[in-house]
C-alpha cells in the first residue's frame, strides 16, 4: 500500500514539474532557447566581444590538480578574471578539439624522424566530449539523482520495472548527482523527456564503446583530413575526465609553465590560434605528403586522408552488386593469411566478425538503431536515444542544428571518396532553393553498396569534427558525430521492417542524424506484392508513363500489367534495377551521371534523374505545388515561408516580416547560386573544375555561440 501511494506522489510530482517545465523551459534547459531575436541581437553585438568569445576557458577543477598550490585570483576588479570565473563551468564544445589540434602539433614537432608516427592516438572519454556531468546536473526532477537505481527510475519515469530491468543494472555507488544505475541497451518504452536524457548520458558514460577514431576534417596538409586514433580511459574511473585531464596538463606543460610557482596561469586555449599554428607547420614541411587510401589499410594509423581520390560522377552497375558470400570469403581469406596478432581495430577482423555473427539472423534482425521515443510527443523518434538532449528546439535552432550536420556529412563524405547524393526530402528541399526544406528534421542521403562496405569497414565509429572552413570562422568545430553502421547493412531485405536503415551519421551533442541508405542490386523487384504499396512507384521506374497509362481508359490492365512485367525482367537480367531496404527502386540511368551541385553551401551531388524520382517518390505536383506543410514558397525570396506569414503576399516581394528578412539575408549567397545554376543550363552540368572554391561558408551561426556571445555582453555590460 505505501509502495502505491510513492509511487502516486511521485508520479503527482513528475507531473507537477512536466507542466512546470512547458511554462518556464528556460528555469532548468541546460542551454537558453536561441530565437531569431537572439540571432539579430547576436549581429548588432559589439565586436569587443569577440576577444573573450574566441577563448575556451579551462574549468578551475582541473586548474586546481595540476597546480595544487596555488589560486587563481578571483578579484571582481578585472575583467577577464571576472569572465573566467562566470564560464569556466559551462560546456564549450571547442575546448576538446582546441587541445586535440595542440596536441597533434605538439607530438608532429616531437617527431624528428617522420612525418606521421603511426602511433600518434588521443585519449578520450564521453564525459568530457559532451559534458554529461554538466548536463546531468541541470536535469532537475525534485530529487538527487543518486538516488535513482534502476528499480527507483522506473517507478518515476512510469516504466514497467520487468521490462525496463533488461536494459538497466543498479550500482552499488554513485557520486552525488550521479544516478546508481548504469543502461545496458536501449530502452524501447516511452518515458518522460527527462528519463530520456538520463538513460542516454547514462548509456554513454557506462556502456558505450568509445569512437574508434577521430577523423579532423580540413586540418590535414593541403586541407585533407586527419584521422586519429582514440584510445579509452577504461571504465574504472567513468566519473572523471581523465583525457581533459591530460590534454590540459600537456598543453600547460608545453607553453613551459613550471608547475612550482605559477605567477601566471593560462585558464584559455583558442581555437583559431590552434589551428593556424598547425596550417603553419603543415606550410613549413617541404617533404612530400603521402596518402594512403583507407581501403589499403589493414588497421588504423594516424594520417592524412587522401582529398584528392575525387570520387567519379559515373556509377558503374558493379557498385550496386556484391556477393555475400563471397564476400565472406575474401575476408575469410585475408583473416587467415595475417600473420599478426592481436591488433586493435583490425578491420578485416571486424568487419568479419559482425558479417558471421549476424548472417544468421537474415531476415528479422532485432532493431540496430533506436531513437528517443518519448510520451506526448512523436518528435522523439528524430533523435538517436543515446545522444538525446532535448526533445524541443526553436525554428532557428533546429535549422542550424540540420545546418552544420549536413556540412559536416557532406564534407566528411567528400573527403573519403564515398559515392552518396541526395535522396528523399533533402532532394526535393535541394530541387526548391539549394537547402533542406525547413520542416525537415534530418536529412536522407543514399550511397552505392560498395561505399556502403567502405563505411562498414573502415569508418564506422569514426567521430567526425569539420574544421574546413576558415580558422578564424566561429561555427568551427561546433559539433562533433559519429559514424555508425549497423550490424545487419550487408542485407538489402525489409525484414520485419525494423532495420531499413543502414547507416546513420549522428550529432552527438543533440542526436540529430543523417539517414543512410544503400542501394543494392536484389531479386526484390520480382518478389514485390502487386498489392504493395511500393508498387506505384517501381511501375513508374519501369515505365514513367504508368499513371497516365493505369487511368486511360483505352489500354487494358492486363497489357499494361504484362509489358511492366516485361520490362521487369529486362531490367533484373540486366542487372539494371536496384533497391534501398524500404523498397524504393532506381536504375543506374535514373541516378548516373551524379551531378556536382551545392547544398546548404557545400560540395553534394544529386542523382542524374532527380525529376523523376521526386515525381514518384512524392508525386507530380511536388515541382510545381508551391504548398507544402503549412508553409508556401515564396520565389522571389526563394524560401518557404510559413502560410499564415505576409498570407496575401504569393510573391514574396513585399514581405517585411522581420524573421523572413532575416532568413532572406542569411540564405540568398546559397538560393541565388541555386537559383543560376537551375537556370544556366537544363542539364546542370557545371562549368565549374571545382566547384568547391565555390562553397559558400556556414550560413547560420551556431546557437551555442550566440548564447555565450550574448552572455559575455550581459557580463561586460554590468562591468
Ligand atoms: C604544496 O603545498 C604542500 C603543503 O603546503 C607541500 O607539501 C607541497 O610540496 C606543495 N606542492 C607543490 C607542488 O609545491
Ligand atoms: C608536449 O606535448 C606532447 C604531446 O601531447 C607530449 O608528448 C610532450 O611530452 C609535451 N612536452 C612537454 C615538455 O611536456
Ligand atoms: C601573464 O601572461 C600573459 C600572456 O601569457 C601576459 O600577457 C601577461 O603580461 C602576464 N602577466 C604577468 C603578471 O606575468
Ligand atoms: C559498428 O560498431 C558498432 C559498435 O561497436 C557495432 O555494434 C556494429 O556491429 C558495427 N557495425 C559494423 C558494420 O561493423
Ligand atoms: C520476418 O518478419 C516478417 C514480418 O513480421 C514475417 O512476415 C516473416 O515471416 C518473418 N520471417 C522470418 C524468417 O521469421
Ligand atoms: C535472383 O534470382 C536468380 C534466380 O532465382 C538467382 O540466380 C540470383 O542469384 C538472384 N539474384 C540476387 C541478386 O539475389
Known amino acids: 500500500m505505501n509502495l502505491l501511494i510513492d509511487q502516486y506522489l511521485a ?19 541546460y542551454d537558453a532557447i536561441i530565437t531569431s531575436k537572439q540571432v539579430e541581437k547576436f549581429e548588432r553585438s559589439s565586436p569587443l566581444v569577440n576577444e573573450w568569445l574566441v577563448k575556451s576557458y579551462f574549468p578551475n577543477t582541473i586548474l586546481q590538480s595540476i597546480y595544487p598550490n596555488s589560486t587563481i585570483p578571483n578579484s571582481d576588479h578585472d575583467i577577464s578574471n571576472r569572465i573566467y570565473w562566470d564560464l569556466q563551468q559551462e560546456y564549450d564544445p571547442r575546448l576538446l578539439p582546441s587541445l586535440w589540434i595542440n596536441s597533434i602539433l605538439n607530438n608532429l614537432k616531437n617527431d624528428h624522424d617522420h612525418l606521421f608516427n603511426p602511433e600518434i592516438s588521443l585519449p578520450f572519454s564521453w564525459n568530457s566530449l559532451l559534458g554529461i556531468d554538466r548536463r546531468l546536473k541541470s536535469i532537475e526532477v525534485g530529487m538527487d539523482l543518486h538516488v535513482l537505481n534502476c528499480e527507483k527510475f522506473a517507478e518515476v519515469f512510469g516504466l514497467d ?16 548527482n550521479y544516478p546508481k544505475l548504469k543502461i545496458t541497451r536501449p530502452v524501447d518504452d516511452l518515458t518522460y523527456e527527462e528519463g530520456r536524457k538520463i538513460i542516454g548520458l547514462s548509456h554513454l558514460l557506462h556502456e558505450a564503446p568509445i569512437p574508434h577514431r577521430l577523423a579532423l576534417l580540413g586540418v590535414g596538409p593541403e586541407q585533407s583530413s586527419l584521422i586519429v586514433p582514440l584510445m579509452g580511459l577504461g571504465r574504472v574511473n567513468a566519473y572523471s575526465k581523465g583525457d581533459l585531464n591530460y590534454l590540459i596538463s600537456n598543453y600547460l606543460d608545453n607553453i613551459s609553465q613550471t608547475k612550482e610557482s605559477p605567477s601566471n596561469i593560462t585558464n584559455s586555449i583558442e581555437l583559431g590560434i590552434e589551428l593556424h599554428n598547425l596550417k603553419s607547420w603543415w606550410e613549413s614541411i617541404d617533404q612530400p605528403i603521402s596518402y594512403k587510401p583507407s581501403q589499403e589499410l589493414k588497421y588504423d594509423l594516424f594520417r592524412a586522408m587522401d582529398c584528392h581520390n575525387a570520387m567519379s560522377m559515373d556509377l558503374k552497375k558493379e557498385e550496386f552488386d556484391i556477393d555475400i558470400e563471397q564476400y565472406i570469403n575474401t575476408l575469410q581469406d585475408k583473416v587467415s593469411h595475417s600473420y599478426s596478432m592481436e591488433i586493435i581495430n583490425d578491420f578485416d577482423k571486424e568487419l568479419l566478425t559482425v558479417m558471421t555473427n549476424n548472417i544468421g539472423l537474415q531476415p528479422n534482425f532485432t532493431k540496430y538503431f533506436n531513437e528517443a521515443n518519448c510520451i506526448g510527443s512523436h518528435k522523439g523518434s528524430h533523435y538517436d536515444w543515446r545522444f538525446f538532449k532535448q526533445l524541443r528546439y526553436s525554428e532557428y535552432e533546429r535549422k542550424a542544428i540540420l545546418h552544420r550536420l549536413t556540412r559536416s556529412w557532406l564534407r566528411f563524405a567528400n573527403s573519403v571518396g564515398l559515392s552518396t547524393w541526395l535522396g528523399h526530402g533533402s532532394l526535393l528541399g535541394w530541387y526548391w532553393n539549394g537547402m533542406s526544406l525547413p520542416w525537415d528534421e534530418d536529412l536522407d542521403v543514399q550511397m552505392t553498396l560498395e561505399s556502403l562496405y567502405v563505411l562498414a569497414r573502415n569508418f564506422n565509429q569514426t567521430l567526425v569534427v569539420d574544421l574546413t572552413d576558415d580558422p578564424d570562422n566561429l561555427n568551427n568545430a561546433m559539433g562533433s558525430y559519429l559514424v555508425d553502421v549497423s550490424s545487419n547493412f550487408f542485407s538489402r531485405d525489409n525484414g520485419n521492417g525494423l532495420n531499413t536503415i543502414d547507416a546513420r551519421f549522428i550529432d552527438t551533442n543533440t542526436g540529430f542524424y543523417v539517414d543512410i541508405t544503400a542501394l543494392g542490386l536484389t531479386n526484390a523487384s520480382q518478389c514485390l506484392s502487386s498489392k504493395d504499396k511500393r508498387m506505384k512507384e517501381l511501375n513508374q521506374v519501369l515505365d514513367p508513363e504508368f499513371i497516365e497509362k493505369d487511368e486511360s481508359k483505352t489500354i487494358e490492365s492486363e497489357d499494361l500489367k504484362q509489358s511492366l512485367h516485361v520490362k521487369r525482367d529486362q531490367l533484373v537480367n540486366d542487372r539494371n534495377i536496384f533497391n534501398c531496404r524500404n523498397y524504393h527502386f532506381y536504375t543506374l540511368e535514373d541516378l548516373s551521371p551524379l551531378r556536382k551541385t551545392l547544398f546548404e553551401g557545400v560540395q553534394a551531388y544529386v542523382p542524374n534523374g532527380y525529376k523523376a524520382i521526386l515525381e514518384r517518390e512524392y508525386t507530380r505536383s511536388s515541382l510545381y505545388s508551391r504548398q507544402h506543410e503549412g508553409h508556401t514558397f515564396r520565389p522571389t525570396l526563394d524560401l518557404w515561408i510559413p502560410s499564415g506569414v505576409c498570407k496575401r503576399d504569393v510573391m514574396g516581394n513585399q514581405c ?6 532575416l532568413e532572406r539575408k542569411h540564405t540568398m549567397p546559397v538560393t541565388l547560386r541555386h537559383r543560376e545554376e537551375l537556370n544556366r543550363k537544363r542539364d546542370l552540368t557545371l562549368d565549374v573544375v571545382n566547384i568547391k572554391d565555390t562553397e559558400v561558408l556556414p550560413f547560420r551561426v551556431d546557437p551555442w555561440i550566440i548564447g555565450r556571445c550574448l552572455r559575455l555582453q550581459k557580463l561586460l555590460e554590468r562591468f
Open 656 to 661: 517585411f516580416d522581420s524573421e523572413v528578412l
Open 11 to 29: 508520479s503527482v510530482i513528475l507531473i507537477i514539474f512536466i507542466v512546470y517545465s512547458y511554462i518556464y523551459p528556460t528555469s532548468y534547459s
Open 161 to 176: 520495472y520487468s521490462e525496463f530491468s533488461k536494459s538497466c543494472i543498479s550500482l552499488k555507488g554513485s557520486p552525488r
